[in-house]
């Protein structure tokens, strides 16, 4: 099992930065895939970032050049830099990992809101 804790999420302006975290627990040394995901009122959730082990990173359209991924081994922690947020970044954000044998875990959901 695997638990995953987001935190840092809040009301921010257009424009403006946010630095999201995931912090996992549980048997992490499984964990070989981490992505954040979003999902707006009225939407299907959708693909943000993913990092795998190797740091290989991806990227959804809307949002390269503008959200780092990353992750720090050490702290069992994965980021999500944003910066020049705009109000259609508005969702509430999501961590996900996948185990070795395939088994998705998510985290609770962290509040980006982005203000006009």
């Known amino acids: 099992q695997v638990q995953l804790v987001e935190s840092g999420g809040g009301l921010v302006q257009a424009g403006g930065s946010l630095k999201l975290s995931c912090a996992a627990s549980?048997?992490?040394?499984?964990?070989?895939?981490m992505a954040w995901y979003r999902q707006a009122p009225g939407k299907e959730r959708e693909l943000v970032a993913s990092i795998n082990l190797s740091d290989n990173t991806n990227y959804a359209d809307s949002v390269k050049g503008r959200f780092t991924i990353s992750r720090d081994s050490a702290k069992d922690t994965m980021y999500l830099q944003m910066n020049s947020l705009r109000p259609e970044d508005t969702a509430v954000y999501y961590c996900n990992g996948v185990v070795y044998g395939g088994n998705n875990y998510w985290g609770q959901g962290t509040q980006v809101t982005v203000s006009s």
């Open positions: 549980g048997r992490v040394f499984t964990l070989y895939f």
